[in-house]
């Protein structure tokens, strides 16, 4: 890889010219988003392509590496311009799987025109919005061709020398759980130097979030629109200067099946990278761009109903899988006023298929619908739960499908890919796809990080793809720094795409009875709040059916009523391993959610203008470590300070 010179602040004045000024050379081109402070620009280095961003005259971004490796030649070494055009791009939308309702994105494009030694053309698109940068690459060649493969990206991220990370390394294929990994399902870095070796030494997976400390602001990396034309990307090893190159998948993921390669048929259009910055972390919680510049790949057959769930198997484990523990927990369900149960793996075994219509009738009668689980293979690792063989292949998917539907069942959750493969890319979209013929909402689940697919797959609704809450009952040491781990979610992971986290656990001990099982270390108020900071439009609670005695009323109906999808999300504070607050809005109402990743009790100030000169009502924590209950009055400011326990939380709500 070549090197790459870090710029002085006298170089990049130079170059943040007016674009009256830009029209005039061929290159450096320049693009500035609609406000003007968010700039991206793309230069010519002796045929080598780079790209730099800056935030209000500030490098985020120091010269980078562009270009692909083909099978139809190079794209990235002696490369000639030979034009570049511009163009605005103003859309509008609505969403009803996410962090807001009503989307604008306005940006500024740029089309960058190259061609390499064989006069075949890159075009290398930059769309530059607000606190926002995404680049695509397309490629055309001068004579016919069907298809090309890119072997490589030369794409790299040239993050400042004085930047630390909170970053995921990526597993080693063919580890974990019965041979299940990659599932992006490793912890994450807290401010670790940006030329540290990963844990296994395979890099990094998106989404990758920077603290640039020269500017005290915050940059966060990841990829979008990823479909069956294309694979799954990562971060490799830095250098020691800060340089992360976009990695494609192990040639041992799922099993060695499958090309470490993207092919397609021309012309090639690849997914976008994006650069969220802020000089906090507000502009990245509030980013929408994953979802800005990818379209419906095709329309819902019906109405997806998003919703909450209860589900045994996360605490009750592989034993609830029967008749009568589904009863239960349908009635909990019922009684909570969930929109759905998810029955967990076995339940072909446990239940049979011939008396799963009679529990769905059941269910039916109490309001409730029934989600089920699938092994997404039958051959790629040696994980075991059934059913087994009904997902992987074209014919035995539409037949189970079709049944499913007859019976009633309203959405599947299908487990255990372990790659980011195109072929595997394309199983997660076959699924979807004939999932929506027949009616059915698709959860993932050891499986790859989502990219876009709220948006492009409208039967979509959430994956795992994080380390996630069956870790809280399996992990004493996980369930210990759950709250500092939980703080980190919502600027990383879940900012990019719905996050199936499962939270919400009321039990003192991860067991059915509470007699065995992990300590949980967090407050009844912050597990509350957890129902609101984590986004995922099903979410699967961990509430049992004991929870129903013991927890307060005004608990237990703050549970019956918390929206899984919102119309507005603002950054009210906090940054991963100290605490974060985030309020959401669903049509008039504001929920504001508090969490103390630290180990002591402490005081946090509040800004929360949306609840300002107004009453509201606050889950709060007892110095018992239970939830208690008032009703407080946001003055004309909306400053407050609240006071929470060590991995406590604080709800307040109108």
């Not at 968010?38 to 961003?53: H, P, R």
């Not at 270390?521 to 004991?546: K, W, Y």
Request: glycine share 6%; with cysteine; net charge negative.
């Amino acid at each position: 890889m070549m090197k790459f010179i870090k710029t002085t602040k006298a170089f990049t004045t130079f170059f943040f010219l007016t674009i009256t000024q830009l029209s005039l050379a061929q290159m450096p081109i320049q693009v500035a988003s609609p406000d003007g402070e968010t700039k991206t620009i793309i230069s010519l280095d002796e045929g080598n392509l780079f790209y730099q961003v800056s935030l209000k005259e500030e490098t985020f971004l120091e010269p980078s590496a562009l270009g692909v490796k083909t099978s139809l030649g190079d794209f990235y070494k002696e490369l000639s311009y030979v034009s570049h055009s511009t163009n605005q791009i103003k859309t509008s939308y609505k969403f009803n799987k996410g962090k807001a309702s009503h989307i604008n994105y306005i940006a500024n494009e740029v089309s960058c025109q190259f061609t390499n030694t064989n006069q075949d053309t890159l075009y290398v698109i930059f769309r530059v919005s607000d606190n926002n940068v995404a680049f695509s690459y397309r490629i055309r060649t001068k004579e016919r061709s069907t298809n090309i493969k890119v072997f490589e990206e030369i794409t790299a991220f040239n993050i400042p020398n004085n930047a630390t990370t909170y970053i995921t390394p990526q597993a080693p294929p063919m580890t974990g759980w019965e041979l299940t990994k990659p599932s992006y399902e490793e912890v994450y870095t807290f401010g670790e130097s940006i030329n540290k070796p990963s844990l296994y030494g395979l890099g990094y997976t998106f989404p990758a979030l920077f603290k640039v400390n020269k500017t005290d602001g915050w940059i966060l990396i990841s990829e979008t629109g990823v479909d069956s034309n294309y694979l799954g990307a990562r971060l490799g090893e830095p250098t020691k200067d800060g340089v992360y190159k976009i990695e494609f998948p192990q040639e041992g993921e799922n099993n060695g099946i499958g090309g470490t390669f993207a092919v397609q048929a021309m012309p090639l259009q690849t997914p976008w990278r994006t650069i969220t910055m802020g000089n906090t972390l507000k502009p990245i919680v509030e980013s929408t761009i994953t979802f800005d510049l990818v379209e419906p790949l095709y329309p819902p057959s019906k109405e997806y109903k998003m919703g909450r769930a209860s589900w045994s198997w996360i605490v009750w484990q592989d034993q609830s899988i029967n008749y009568e523990d589904q009863v239960k927990y349908i009635d909990l369900a019922s009684a909570l006023k969930l929109e759905y149960v998810l029955i967990d793996n076995w339940w072909d075994r446990g239940i049979g298929k011939e008396r799963m219509p009679q529990l769905i009738e059941y269910a039916n009668s109490k309001g409730v619908d029934v989600l089920l689980w699938y092994n997404s293979n039958g051959y790629w690792n040696n994980a075991p739960q059934t059913p087994q063989d009904k997902m992987d292949s074209a014919p035995a998917r539409q037949r189970e499908m079709a049944w499913l539907e007859s019976i009633g069942v309203k959405g599947l959750k299908v487990d255990f890919f372990g790659g980011d493969k195109q072929n595997t890319i394309k199983l997660y979209e076959d699924i979807l796809t004939d999932a929506n013929k027949y009616g059915l909402a698709i959860t993932f689940h050891g499986c790859t990080l989502p990219r876009g697919w709220e948006k492009m797959y409208p039967n979509y609704v959430t994956s795992e793809a994080v380390k996630a809450s069956e870790m809280l009952y399996f992990d004493q040491l996980y369930a210990d720094d759950y709250a500092k781990n939980a703080t980190i979610f919502p600027f990383t992971r879940n900012v990019v795409g719905a996050m199936d986290f499962a939270p919400v656990f009321f039990n003192k001990r991860l067991g059915r009875d509470e007699t065995y099982g992990t300590t949980r270390r967090t407050t009844d108020a912050f597990e509350v709040a957890t129902s609101v900071l984590f986004l995922s439009p099903i979410q699967h609670f961990g509430i049992t059916p004991n929870n129903l005695e013991e927890q307060p009323k005004y608990v237990l109906d703050f549970i019956s009523q918390v929206p899984t999808v919102w119309d507005e999300t603002i950054y009210i504070g906090g940054e991963p391993g100290d605490y974060c607050a985030l309020a959401r809005r669903k049509g008039s109402k504001w929920y504001v959610a508090v969490v103390n990743g630290k180990k002591e009790a402490r005081k946090i100030e509040l800004d929360l203008p949306m609840l300002n000169n107004s009453k509201a009502s606050m889950i709060y924590d007892n110095e018992d470590r239970t939830a208690g209950y008032k009703n407080v009055e946001i003055s004309k400011t909306g400053k407050m300070t609240i006071q929470v326990l060590s991995e406590g939380g604080v709800v307040i709500f109108n």
